[in-house]
């Protein structure tokens, strides 16, 4: 008898209710991955074992899709997620001290989560906002006409 | 009133000029006042013999009668830029101007009256014919005749078809899309269920970004407000023309934006593109005629249908018709989009238009196209935007991405920029782009820091002309440009970066250093509680100086200096 | 609204959007439109319009009409705010900050004046 703890069981019915919500259907496997990833903040290995049973696709296809897409994680996050446009009309409006600055006030470097389970610094390339740049998105909330000295100020909005 | 009234009777025109009486207008001091709709003529001061000339001059040759005209208000001056002059906002035309969450809004602005006039007076080869005698072509980059796609899709065998819109907008720097989508997004609908009628598909898919979540709800909300109105769905117009419209996310991946990976990803796969033939119009989506054009292309449409074939090919270059929207970004004062006839110059768009180089500073070069364009330096400044001359140049149209890049700019830097860019957004399914992509960014990053060897240009010559050749799709094919173009203007730069292990712009960290100038500092130590790293030592109100082993060439000390006193010297 | 079967609904739907928006214009009503496209948004477009509506709650003020607006094109002026005062021209301000948007409710929506040091010349 294999034992679910309360987690797995909150996942397989997180799981079970998007797949329904879409009515299992395998071209939707992009949209479901992206809700799940949205309500779990990442697919973690049960959840791809639990889409993989309800919507009849290979385990290793269901990652497949999952890890190609930057905005699906497949790792755990912090509780919030600040994506940095690394893309070049940012970068040639100062972008890059606003990044070096960024790893500097949180102490983590890309693709790292701060050890207090906090923040996760990612890149995202361009988010369409050019003409505000630097830009990133912390969570949902995005900001633009970035200078080093407003950071210590937005970050300190987020618990 | 009565002798306007009597006037406009006798020249026969009562019954396309509504008099309304309406509470005062303005200054009513001057006297009776009139105010022409739409085109928003205000005349004042007016007396009975003067309404014979204004009749016939206003309403029957539509001209206004100038010398009874309201003089312009103090804002009104102000707006009469002359730049804005060069542009012409077809696509753009209702951003910024409707509500774009009201699609009253939009019908007030004759929209969904071209669908009204297809629909009820034109069949599938009047609105092919249509758009084939505009001239449209592709907005998304190709520049592929429109008329000629739907005619493919519509004659290719099969009773199922799909229209896609390719609202996956990835290119650094473009965002044109996401203005029309956000501030007009019935633009794109209505156009879409144009192609519809005359492709004779039943469904369709806007498959649009997550990076633009609001123009995805926005879309979303217009989507609903035209199902409810009748617009999308069974019988539309009450004719046997039925459609329906759904958003699609995408899940951030650049190389979607390519039509094959893009249906890949509607279909739940990865987004990895395919070799064609065969072509989508052919064989796309689910496996069925599919016609995907990009979103401005779609917003063309109705006002092509409603304003005529020829008005749209009045406008731009022989080959390049109608207007393009533009998204300037990077090293210029007036940064954002405009929408402009082919044809005009790069140096009207980023002198004129754009108002010239940030701070003044000198240009140095223009990327036209996204990642996968060229850069182009001054000599090109006097290029009319057109698809072909834009390729002999070295460079592509692509969706309209353009970043201005002054002095400051290392045009090495740049290339190893939109490099890592590609690579990172490279599917991964085909060796070229892959592996040669990868070893071309080896050896752009090795230049950059100072490891540069005699031979690298060549090899980054060889590797282009093969990726090129060789990879599946448009991404690949396009990978090698930023490097060709940087490497066929600014040679000489990357010879100095090799040779001399020296960067002339003063960018790339390995070859730079920061130095304290002793006869400007004054020792306030502002850079000195500013170095992330402490690399910088002195007392309060005496010389700083920087341990260049420390320090890490990160510019803040130059920053942040109020003295001049820091210098980056190469 | 009812579902357009034919021409005449589409025609109908329009004039009456159309005189509604007359009525606004000649009724004096002024109106205050906020750029919120996703470039605005970054800018700071959502606090300049909590600036607005909250003044307007605040002063209690009648007779004005708040709505949004996408991207105008001109990005580095965001967060941008337009007045409409009645059927006088469209006055477009730029760089509105929470501050500058409550100094141009006291000035320009409520005494009519325009406050020059915002406003920029716009397009179209």
Not at chain 2, 1 to 13: I, P
Not at chain 2, 93 to 110: F, L, S, T, V
Not at chain 2, 259 to 284: D, H, N, Q, W
Not at chain 2, 392 to 415: L, P
Request: charge should be negative; glycine fraction near 10%.
């Amino acid at each position: 008898m294999t034992v679910t703890t309360k987690e797995s069981r909150d996942v397989i019915k997180t799981v079970d209710e998007v797949v329904d919500e879409f009515h299992a259907r395998s071209e939707e496997l992009i949209p479901i991955l992206m809700k799940l990833n949205q309500e779990l903040g990442f697919i973690s290995s049960e959840a791809l074992e639990r889409i993989s049973t309800r919507m009849h696709i290979p385990q290793s296809q269901v990652y497949s899709v999952a890890s190609f897409y930057h905005m699906i994680n497949t790792k755990p996050t912090g509780r919030h997620v600040i994506k940095f446009c690394e893309s070049a009309p940012c970068h040639v409006a100062g972008g890059r001290e606003v990044w070096e600055a960024v790893q500097k006030e949180l102490e983590i470097k890309p693709e790292e989560t701060s050890k207090d389970g906090k923040w996760t610094l990612k890149t995202t390339s361009c988010l369409g906002v050019c003409a505000v740049g630097p830009v990133m998105m912390v969570d949902d909330d995005i900001y633009g006409n970035l200078t080093p000295d407003q950071l210590p100020d937005i970050f300190a909005k987020y618990q | 009133m009565t002798a306007l009234q009597a006037e406009l009777a006798a020249k026969g025109l009562a019954d396309e000029v509504k008099v309304l009486e309406t509470p005062r207008i303005g200054d009513c001091e001057k006297g009776p006042e009139i105010l022409v709709y739409p085109e928003n003529y205000h005349y004042i001061g007016l007396s009975v013999k003067d309404i014979p000339f204004l009749v016939e001059e206003q309403f029957l040759k539509g001209r206004p009668v100038t010398n009874l005209l309201a003089p312009p208000k103090k804002e009104e001056a102000q707006e009469l830029r002359e730049p804005t002059a060069k542009e012409v906002r077809v696509v753009l035309r209702n951003c910024g101007k409707i509500n774009p969450e009201n699609i009253e809004d939009y019908i007030a602005e004759d929209g969904y009256s071209a669908l009204a006039k297809v629909i009820t007076s034109m069949d599938s080869d009047q609105v092919i014919d249509t758009v084939k005698n505009s001239g449209l072509r592709g907005r998304g980059g190709a520049g592929f005749l429109t008329a000629l796609k739907w005619g493919f899709t519509r004659d290719a065998v099969g009773d199922i078809r799909y229209i896609v819109c390719n609202a996956d907008e990835g290119d650094p720097g473009a965002f044109m899309n996401r203005a029309v989508l956000e501030g007009d997004p019935h633009s794109v609908i209505e156009g879409m269920i144009i192609a519809a009628y005359a492709i004779g598909a039943q469904q369709g898919y806007i498959y649009c970004r997550a990076e633009y979540p609001i123009a995805v709800r926005t879309l979303e909300i217009a989507i609903e407000q035209a199902r409810d109105l009748g617009l999308l769905g069974e019988h539309i117009f009450g004719t046997d023309f039925s459609f329906d419209l759904e958003v699609r996310q995408g899940a951030g991946a650049f190389v979607c934006g390519e039509e094959t990976a893009l249906i890949a990803s509607i279909e739940g796969r990865r987004g990895e593109p395919r070799p064609r033939p065969p072509f989508p119009a052919v064989k796309g989506l689910f496996g069925k005629p599919t016609n995907i054009n990009n979103v401005e292309t779609y917003a063309n449409i109705p006002q092509i249908i409603l304003n005529g074939a020829e008005w749209f090919a009045s406008m731009g270059t022989e080959k390049s018709k109608g207007t393009k929207t533009f998204a300037l970004a990077g090293d210029v004062k007036k940064t954002g989009l405009i929408e402009v006839p082919f044809g005009i110059t790069l140096r009207d768009i980023i002198f004129d238009v754009g108002g010239g180089i940030k701070d003044d500073l000198q240009f140095k070069a223009v990327q036209t196209g996204g990642p996968m364009g060229g850069c182009l330096p001054a000599e090109y400044l006097d290029l009319p935007m057109d698809y072909e001359k834009l390729t002999q140049a070295g460079s592509i149209m692509g969706s309209g991405g353009m970043v201005v890049m002054d002095e400051g700019t290392c045009m090495v830097d740049i290339a190893r920029f939109f490099l890592e860019f590609i690579q990172d957004e490279s599917c991964g399914k085909c060796v070229p782009c892959r592996v040669g992509t990868r070893r071309m960014l080896e050896i752009l990053t090795r230049i950059c820091e100072g490891n540069g060897r005699e031979g690298d240009i060549e090899l980054l010559e060889e590797l282009s002309v093969e990726i090129r050749q060789d990879s599946l799709c448009g991404l690949g094919q396009g990978a090698p440009n930023p490097v060709v173009s940087t490497l066929q203007h600014f040679r000489d730069e990357y010879e100095i970066h090799i040779r001399d292990k020296k960067c002339p712009a003063k960018v790339c960290r390995a070859l730079i250093s920061y130095e304290i100038d002793p006869e400007n500092c004054v020792g306030c130590t502002l850079c000195a509680r500013n170095c992330p790293v402490d690399a910088i030592s002195g007392e309060a109100k005496k010389t700083h100086v920087i341990d260049l082993d420390l320090c890490i060439r990160c510019g803040i000390c130059n920053q942040v200096c109020n003295y001049n006193a820091v210098n980056v010297t190469t | 609204m009812n579902a357009i079967k034919n021409l005449d609904d589409l025609k109908k739907i329009r004039e009456e959007a159309l005189a509604k928006r007359k009525v606004t214009e000649t009724s004096g009503a002024t109106q205050v439109i906020v750029a919120m496209g996703t470039c605005g948004i970054a800018a700071g477009a959502r606090e300049t319009m909590k600036a607005v509506l909250e003044y307007i709650e605040a002063k209690n003020l009648p007779n004005i009409v708040v709505s949004q607006t996408g991207c105008i094109g001109l990005c580095e002026q965001e967060p941008i705010l337009q007045v409409v005062s009645g059927q006088q021209e469209k006055v477009t301000y730029g760089k509105v900050s929470p501050d500058a948007a409550r100094k141009i409710m006291q000035e320009h929506v409520e005494k009519g004046e325009v406050v020059g040091d915002f406003v920029i010349p716009s397009v179209g």
